[in-house]
């Protein structure tokens, strides 16, 4: 709200319906209010007092600092009737030291209040395990044994994280349980946050303990098929579990069988997303035969991009022909080859499933073909031969013969020329020193956005497709950005918020009109964040603006999927 508005308080103190619930909710979400001191509160405040029987509270997209974090937290001590509090996104630009104290407080006073919380979302705050462990407190509190329902969704929390939280939840179940309150957690959400297969593990220990879960998403977590079995493992203890959501993690066919073991123990289960978990052809096997004999709720199965051939494709068409509920089943960019679709389609007419199969466009064909074409591609390469990509030889059939040194690659093109028309053609024609004299043209680098610059017109020529020119783009960035992140004279974070500002995922006072297609950029910072030189303080900030909800995001997904990918691994 801007400064000097009156409130609006019809507008504010709505009335919000949660499923079936009436609540009454105070909303400041997506204002973009920065609340650095206590009075820059002073109109939540003066809306969470106006609100007697305070329900709920949102505060996502907004900034807010110590100071009217406990200001806010005064105003929610007198408000034992709170339920809900939607957290979400409340920190950014906030140091990650500053973020601590405003969870204690505002905690603080709902343990204060007496009020018995029923959820607790803190998802797209950068906050790592220090914003776990500040709010233990409030988790092993009286105020904590009604939560239904935690989102800690991309907050960094990491294998650290992961523990803490799951020795709050597994000490909040015990002291509930002592009272005769037992913990009753139904929803649990804490994707993109690098558990890992010890976090992993330590949360499944907590949902063992628990077992009332339906719902459970933690994709993009780097679990492999150890922490996935542990989880299989819990979640067979939570039979009222209905919706499951492990996508992009590593499953292979160990974790695949360890999680179909458990399908027969999850009877209510709706919808289960193992989308790009590499479960492969075994690990599908073993689900097709779980599902046709269990899961007769099932409404969606995801096995997208998992390495999974024809003959296991096969099994899970036959295993959802009993499936009455069945709205989805997603087995796009895997491994069956044109006439394998066509088999896969004919089988899911035959089952009256057609209408629930996904789109398959992405599929990788059939590996045996591939290899059958490689060999014939082979073969007609050693007889006709190719040109080398070294300038002093060329090669004609099986022969190597020294090219003259008149052959040798020029510079055909000037930086103005490249600067004037970026694209693959001038950038080759830059020369094989082509990096050296981007480098060497930047001077002495005293100025993030100029850096930038030069990184996007290097990035946007790239093709994925054509490896000359993708490595040119490669090798012409790691000179821009090694000079860059070592020079010393610019802060790493001035680079990565300039970075953010040209892809127009971060607002800035100047006028700076940001790139059209950002697809070139984010697949070469996917090959710069697995380098040497490149800043692991720069990682958090790149996760989280990424992982927000943003159209020009949205609009090249696959590109940010392998850009995070490649984040999560540094």
């Not at 040798?408 to 830059?430: G, H, V």
């Not at 020079?487 to 700076?512: C, R, W």
Request: hydrophobic share 40%.
């Amino acid at each position: 709200m801007a400064k000097g508005s009156e409130i609006d308080v019809a507008d504010l103190l709505a009335k919000a319906t949660l499923g079936n619930e009436e609540v009454n909710e105070v909303s400041f979400a997506g204002k973009g209010m920065k609340l650095d001191k206590a009075e820059d509160a002073d109109e939540i405040v003066k809306a969470i007092n106006d609100c007697v029987d305070l329900e709920s509270l949102r505060l996502e997209g907004n900034t807010v600092g110590v100071a009217a974090a406990v200001k806010i937290a005064m105003a929610l001590e007198g408000k034992p009737k709170f339920k809900r509090a939607k957290w979400s996104d409340m920190f950014t630009g906030r140091l990650r030291s500053e973020i601590p104290p405003s969870l204690e407080a505002m905690c603080g006073a709902i343990i204060t209040s007496g009020a018995r919380l029923v959820e607790l979302d803190l998802s797209d705050n950068a906050f790592g395990p220090d914003g776990v462990r500040a709010c233990t407190k409030f988790l092993q509190s009286e105020s904590g044994y009604s939560i239904q329902a935690l989102k800690f969704n991309n907050n960094g929390l990491g294998i650290g994280g992961g523990k803490i939280l799951s020795g709050a939840l597994i000490e909040c179940h015990k002291k509930s349980l002592a009272v005769g309150k037992p913990l009753a957690l139904k929803i649990f959400i804490a994707g993109r946050n690098r558990l890992e297969n010890e976090g992993a593990t330590a949360l499944a220990a907590a949902f063992k303990t628990i077992g009332t879960l339906e719902r459970v998403e933690m994709p993009q977590n780097g679990i492999n098929h150890p922490g996935i079995s542990a989880l299989a493992d819990a979640f067979a203890e939570n039979g009222n579990l209905k919706i499951l959501n492990l996508n992009d993690n590593t499953f292979t066919d160990k974790g695949a069988q360890a999680m179909a073991k458990s399908f027969d123990k999850m009877a209510k289960l709706e919808v289960v997303n193992f989308g790009d978990c590499l479960v492969r052809s075994k690990g599908a096997e073993a689900i097709a035969k779980a599902v046709k004999a269990g899961v007769p709720n099932l409404k969606e199965l995801n096995l997208s991009y998992g390495e999974i051939k024809l003959e296991a494709a096969v099994m899970l068409a036959e295993g959802v022909e009993g499936k009455t509920q069945l709205e989805k089943l997603d087995l796009n960019g895997n491994y069956f080859g044109e006439d394998g679709i066509e088999k896969i389609k004919s089988l899911m007419e035959d089952n009256g499933k057609i209408d629930s199969l996904g789109s398959l466009s992405d599929d990788e064909g059939d590996e045996d073909d591939e290899d059958d074409e490689g060999s014939e591609e082979e073969a007609e390469e050693e007889t006709e031969g190719e040109e080398s990509l070294d300038p002093v030889l060329s090669i004609e059939g099986k022969a190597i013969t020294p090219r003259s040194p008149q052959a040798e690659q020029k510079p055909e093109c000037t930086l103005d020329k490249f600067y004037q028309s970026p694209n693959a053609t001038t950038l080759r024609e830059l020369g094989d020193n082509r990096a050296k004299r981007l480098a060497d043209d930047l001077g002495k680098i005293d100025s993030a956005d100029s850096v930038i610059k030069a990184f996007i017109r290097v990035s946007g020529v790239m093709d994925s497709d054509k490896e000359n020119d993708k490595n040119a783009v490669y090798d012409c960035a790691d000179a821009i950005m090694s000079k860059a992140f070592s020079s010393g004279n610019v802060e790493a974070g001035d680079i990565v918020n300039s970075l953010l500002v040209h892809l127009g995922l971060l607002k800035s006072e100047d006028k700076i009109k940001p790139v059209q297609d950002i697809t070139g950029p984010l697949l070469t910072l996917s090959h710069i964040a697995s380098q040497k030189y490149f800043p692991k303080s720069s990682v958090e900030t790149l996760i989280a603006f990424l992982s927000r909800p943003h159209p020009r995001l949205e609009s090249h997904e696959k590109a940010r999927h392998v850009l995070l990918q490649a984040l999560y691994k540094v």
